[in-house]
């Protein structure tokens, strides 16, 4: 089973600021990671998929980047509905979460 | 637009058994793979099992293999979850997700807002 590391666990930060999400895969998944996030009492919605490509809808300011086994999240110029928790997801080999990231506000 | 909506939920004993369904709309349902993925209260992510668009390929997590049975009915638009055996560890919201295509080992584009299933004496 292929393990997803989520740095770090808690990020707290203002609105305005950018946001750095990282996720580590315990061996390659290529480009086959999406990235999601949840907030209280909701589904999670889906970001980013295959590594860098937004989901209809998403806003530009989210992106993400990296292959293999190092990926990242990034929230450029926090909003106040960004305030949420992300996870990252691998479908290379079958289909593991990360433990998840909590963006909060400072 | 894309709606998921779960039920069958609810309060069952250790060792019991449940239902969940999904009804799916406004998407053609047999052309996607469909999984259910759960939350413990307080707890993040985890798939629990996929089913193919023909519902021929079916696949579990470990943790419910055995226990858990996944099926679909495509003229009804409709995804099933049978759960037996129950524990306490099976408490969670399940979640009903879309494949974003055909294939059961890819993202999910759209999700239902759960149902939550407890198991307790």
């Known amino acids: 089973e292929i393990v997803l590391t989520q740095s770090p666990a808690t990020l707290s930060l203002s609105p305005g600021e950018r946001a750095t999400l990282s996720c580590r895969a315990s061996q390659s998944v290529s480009s086959y990671l999406a990235w999601y996030q949840q907030k209280p009492g909701q589904a999670p919605r889906l970001l980013i998929y295959d590594a860098s490509n937004r989901a209809t809808g998403i806003p530009a300011r989210f992106s993400g980047s990296g292959s293999g086994t190092d990926f990242t999240l990034t929230i450029n110029s926090l909003e106040p509905e960004d305030f949420a928790v992300y996870y990252c997801?691998?479908?290379?080999?079958?289909?593991?979460f990360g433990g998840g990231t909590k963006v909060e506000i400072k | 637009e894309v709606q998921l909506l779960e039920s069958g939920g609810g309060l069952v004993q250790p060792g019991g058994s449940l239902r969940l369904s999904c009804a799916a709309s406004g998407f053609t349902f047999s052309t996607f793979a469909m999984s259910w993925v759960r939350q413990a209260p307080g707890k993040g992510l985890e798939w629990v099992s996929a089913i193919s668009p023909s519902g021929i390929s079916t696949f579990y997590a470990d943790s419910v293999k055995g226990r858990f049975t996944i099926s679909r009915d495509n003229s009804k638009n409709t995804l099933y979850l049978q759960m037996s055996s129950l524990t306490a560890a099976d408490t969670a919201v399940y979640y009903c997700?879309?494949?974003?295509?055909?294939?059961?080992?890819?993202?999910?584009?759209?999700w239902g807002q759960g149902t939550l299933v407890t198991v307790s004496s």
């Open positions: 997801q691998q479908c290379s080999n079958w289909l593991t």
């Open positions: 997700a879309k494949s974003a295509d055909g294939h059961t080992e890819n993202s999910f584009d759209y």
